[in-house]
């Protein structure tokens, strides 16, 4: 069977890779991560019983109020961590193998994914400690089959979405609003949790239209996504459509030139984040973690630890790779007669106008809500555009990995290192242990001038430092971080 044959070449080339034996640190820490949310998903399946009595009421109707609830966070996650399926198609195009073998393995391979398997941790002990109890058998066997079809539709409706966001990044706004919607109508007074129970009823009742239309819906998501997967296969068409993209500049662009050749680099820069697919997902996660961390802002207005996460998180997940972004063609651009001092001020704009996104956000959400305090928050701004922005290019002369622009964001630990996590605590620990410490000798308005004032400062003195500290680090450390450049690794 052909699924077989391309599934153990994918297996031997896994293993045969350099890379696999590369890094290995990271992937048990990848790993760890892995084995804490199994064990999250065990103990929710095996407390499932005790937490739906807790809860009072119907066990059955409880747990099919937040069913919609599961599935469309689900498709959110599967949409910004979910890999692709993926083949090296070119060496198969010289053999006599038909196209659609090509196309049916990938349909294949892309309903292997752990979002598949963690539900049913949950579901079987729920299956056999309550609903066995209070439905027959044939309300059981309803319930597994639609379960089983609703998960399959989210897996391969989170492929196609993925698939069109290559093309288009305003697909991934989809799963996104469509959780933003159901937050909507919670605040607005619409039960969203009544609709999900009756979805439940319809299903535990073996409801023929219902199993219909969900079978329908996987039949077409399936048809279409084998359709794109077809008309992408060539690689001559794709290469041909890649380069015509690379052939183009983003638009508007050309207005940085005004700024000399510090704006030539911030346009370099912004067509590198918005043309290439890893850079493009770490907005998109920029975008998605100010929704979550915005809404817990709002129901723990006075904790430090949620405004530091709302400013900072967004320059600090671009940061933490700053010169590695580059990686691949870093040579080129030290070989050439470039003020090097210019190219990390660049760097640093875009930084900064990153977190004045950030707080301009939500300053607007602070002053229309009235639940944030806004002169910590613009205390907490001034210490990340200062302080923070400095510890960021500071750590970024020392992360040497090399980067691949074309791979996925999520789930991906290439370029990972042991100061990219010092970097992420350095953002926090810092700006709360100087918090702390200022509330314990003055009070919270000697905390917001301790955060504020030293960033304000760093923040005017930031063509000091750029040239006579980052600058001079880097070209110290210029050789060895290009070796590193030059590496496979991952």
Known sequence: MLALKFLSHYWKSVFRNAIWRRNLGSKIMIGILFLYFLGIFIALGMSIKKILAGVGGNPVTVFNSYLIWYFVIDLLLRCTSQSLPTIDVVPYLRLN?????????????????????????????????????????????????????????????????????????????????LATGLFAL???????????????????????????????????VIWALQRMLSDNFYIDDFRARKENRAAVGVIGMGAFNRFGQTGKYIALELNMLLRNKRTRQVLVSVVLFWIIFGIQMLYNPHKIFFLLFVVSLSSVNYGQFLFSWE??????????????????????????????????????????????DFFMLLAITLFSLGIGNFFILFFGTYNDSRISLNQSQFFNHQGTRANTFLLSLTFILVPLGVYGLAIWLFNELGAKIMLGVPGLIMLLTHNWWISNIIAPRFMARKYKNLEGFRKLQF
Do not use: C, H
């Open 97 to 177: 193998i038909k196209r659609g073998s090509v196309v049916k393995y990938l349909l294949i391979k892309a309903f292997v994914s752990v979002f598949n398997f963690f539900p049913w941790i949950v579901l079987i002990p729920y299956i056999i400690n309550v609903l066995s109890y209070s439905a027959g058998p044939g309300a059981v066997l309803f319930f597994v089959v639609g379960m089983l079809l609703l998960i399959i539709l989210n897996n391969y409706l989170a492929v196609f979405l993925n698939y069109l966001s290559q093309r288009n990044i305003a697909y991934f706004l989809i799963p996104v609003l």
């Open 186 to 220: 919670k605040k607005s007074g619409i039960s969203v949790e009544s609709y999900s129970a009756n979805l439940g009823r319809l299903i535990l009742s073996g409801n023929v239209w219902l199993f219909i239309l969900l079978f329908a819906a996987i039949v077409f």
């Open 327 to 372: 990686s691949s063609y870093f040579d080129g651009i030290i070989s050439r007669k470039n003020n090097f001092v210019d190219y990390v001020k660049a760097k640093y704009y875009i930084l900064s106008t990153l977190i004045v996104l950030s707080f301009v956000l939500f300053s607007g959400v602070s002053l229309i809500t009235g639940k944030v």
